[in-house]
């Protein structure tokens, strides 16, 4: 094999209450990649179709994310490298968390497997450290494993695969502004209060267990945010009222996705998930402002191989 063009999902990341260490892939939602073993040396990006991203290897997160795995394996020759994006660039689903994974991921395959999930992990969040500034996995870890993924740990790092119910459907809505993760981490306060800590970590294990247990009441009990989402939200048109309109509509919860500004809501069942799309989606007509909105189950097998070339 020489080549593999590859599906990498969308991913949200934080789940509310989850800051830097939640997050899950999507199913309806993602990029595709071309990677292509050549005889010479390094990473080239030799196509970019769907949004104007550099092209040049050190400045692109997949040429990043795929120079440290060769710099690892120290392999004789190169990749070439397609991506063909559908993600946008700072909307808040994981974009440069999905090509980082792409090139690695398929790399991994077209040299044989040599690399576990977490293994790769490492790789791709020299991706995220160029596009943010900061190597969080919260993307890139689901990307990899699919379904829900907690980093329970960075230094080592540690990754905890949970399981998804089957009823669950994500909603997501896209303001059509662009939000620049390196900004909305800057806006952050490094330290937060007790309390706010006891309510955060209470609200990741209710989620976890409410995930493991699929319980649809306590997973929504347990979308809160008392940390990122009260400084964040202001950066997003309209936050509290597309939140309120879809927990009206039927959502189990509703918080930011990543860093914004797309907005995500949980529901039980696509037909609630839809209904509550279009409550938030009337939301963003009734005040004018651009959206795209999706309706996806959970992608609980991650990146996968959509064509040997
Ligand atoms: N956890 C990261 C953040 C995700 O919220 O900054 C970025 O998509």
Redesign the pocket.
């Known amino acids: 094999m020489e080549a593999v063009k590859v599906f990498c999902p969308a991913t949200i ?2 789940i509310s209450c989850g ?2 260490v939640l997050g899950v892939a999507l199913d309806s939602i993602g990029d595709e990649m071309v990677v292509r073993k050549t005889s010479k040396e390094g990473i080239h990006i030799t196509k970019i179709e769907g949004q104007d991203l550099p092209m040049e290897t050190a400045k692109n997160v997949a040429g990043v994310a795929g120079m440290a795995l060769l710099e690892d394996i120290g392999h004789q020759g190169g990749f070439e490298i397609e991506i063909y994006k559908q993600i946008k660039a700072g909307s ?1 689903i ?1 974009s440069s ?1 999905a090509s980082s994974t792409g090139a690695v991921w398929a790399m991994n395959e077209l040299l044989g497997k040599p690399y576990s999930s977490l293994e790769l992990v490492k790789f791709a969040m020299e991706g995220e450290r160029l596009a ?1 500034g ?1 190597a ?1 996995a ?2 890139v870890a689901p990307a990899l494993f699919g379904g829900f993924t907690l980093v329970r740990s960075y230094a080592p790092l540690d990754i905890i695969p949970i399981p998804s119910p089957n009823e669950l459907y994500a909603t997501v809505i896209h303001p059509q502004i662009e939000v620049r ?1 390196a900004d ?2 800057k806006i952050l306060k490094t330290k937060i209060t007790l309390a706010d800590g006891i309510k955060q970590w209470g609200n990741v294990g209710g989620l976890i267990a409410g995930l493991f247990t699929a319980d649809y009441d306590l997973i929504g009990r347990s979308l809160e945010d008392h940390i ?1 989402e009260p400084i964040r939200s202001i950066l997003i048109p309209g936050f509290n009222e597309v939140k309120s309109e879809a927990l009206l509509a039927g959502a189990l919860g509703c918080g930011i996705s ?2 914004g500004p797309s907005i995500f809501s949980f529901s039980k069942g696509k037909q609630t998930a839809e209904q509550v799309g279009q409550a938030m989606e009337n939301v963003y007509r009734n005040i004018g402002v651009d959206y795209e909105i999706h309706v996806s189950q959970v992608n609980s097998k991650g990146i996968k191989i959509v064509d040997r070339i």
């Open positions: 990341a934080n800051f830097d808040g994981g968390a943010s900061v969080h919260d993307n993760t909305s981490r990122v990543g860093s």
